[in-house]
């Protein structure tokens, strides 16, 4: 089955520089890539998603990267805000269904 | 539209008992996937259904199963639960439709298992 592989485990930055979570996958037929948020005490919320016919996608301060051939895909954030300071799980889909593969999770701080 | 909503969103239950969660889909979505989160495990698949019929399963024991009604309304049941049952039970429900497959999740139901 899939495997997917996230890191670091934790991050921390100082408010306005960028940070970048890194994430691998064992399966070529995954096809789908999102980046979820969760704070304390609430749901993982949908932050970015890539498809696998995309290199890049932006919006806004953050932005996530895909390739195919190493099976890598990284979400930068840029500029980066107290609010921001939050567990963010890489996932990843394929195969047929809706099975969501997680990572471990990265816990970046935001430090002032 | 309203989210996806779960009851109850706490719960305590004693070794031995069973339980059963209920999900909420977003109006419209048909595809409604289980998630346990554990500090020790992370986020991991228990099922998924769609159209009333379970179309992908994870790697959980027969103590964990679910259903899903002709209004895309889902249960997942746990019998005889152990402690390690504690967790977040998350439901997240999907569109499905034209390659759309985003999930949103619900807010998760506490189980305390004591």
């Known amino acids: 089955g899939e495997n997917v592989e996230q890191h670091p485990s934790t991050l921390s930055v100082q408010e306005g520089d960028s940070a970048v979570i890194k994430c691998t996958y064992s399966?070529?037929?995954?096809?789908?890539f999102p980046w979820y948020k969760q704070e304390l005490g609430k749901r993982p919320q949908l932050i970015i998603d890539i498809r696998s016919n995309v290199g890049e996608k932006k919006d806004q301060r953050i932005a996530v990267t895909l390739n195919k051939t190493a099976k890598h895909f990284s979400l930068h954030i840029t500029e980066t805000q107290p609010e921001d300071s939050a567990v963010y799980f890489c996932?990843?889909?394929?195969?047929?269904?809706?099975?969501?593969?997680f990572g471990t999770g990265t816990q970046l701080k935001v430090e002032l | 539209k309203a989210g996806v909503t779960q009851t109850p969103r706490y719960l305590i239950k004693t070794r031995g008992q069973q339980v059963t969660l209920s999900c909420s889909p977003i109006?419209?979505?048909?595809?409604v996937s289980w998630y346990q989160q554990t500090p020790g495990q992370g986020l991991q698949f228990l099922f998924e259904y769609f159209s009333e019929t379970q179309r992908n399963k994870g790697n959980f024991p027969g103590r964990f199963s679910g259903r899903q009604f002709s209004n895309s309304r889902s249960e997942m049941n746990v019998s005889t639960l152990e402690l390690g049952d504690s967790a977040l039970y998350l439901c997240a429900s999907s569109f499905v439709l034209s390659g759309s497959t985003e999930q949103y999740f619900g807010p998760g139901t506490r189980l305390t298992v004591t």
């Open positions: 399966d070529s037929a995954s096809n789908y």
């Open positions: 109006s419209g979505h048909r595809s």
């Open positions: 996932a990843a889909m394929g195969g047929g269904g809706n099975k969501l593969t």
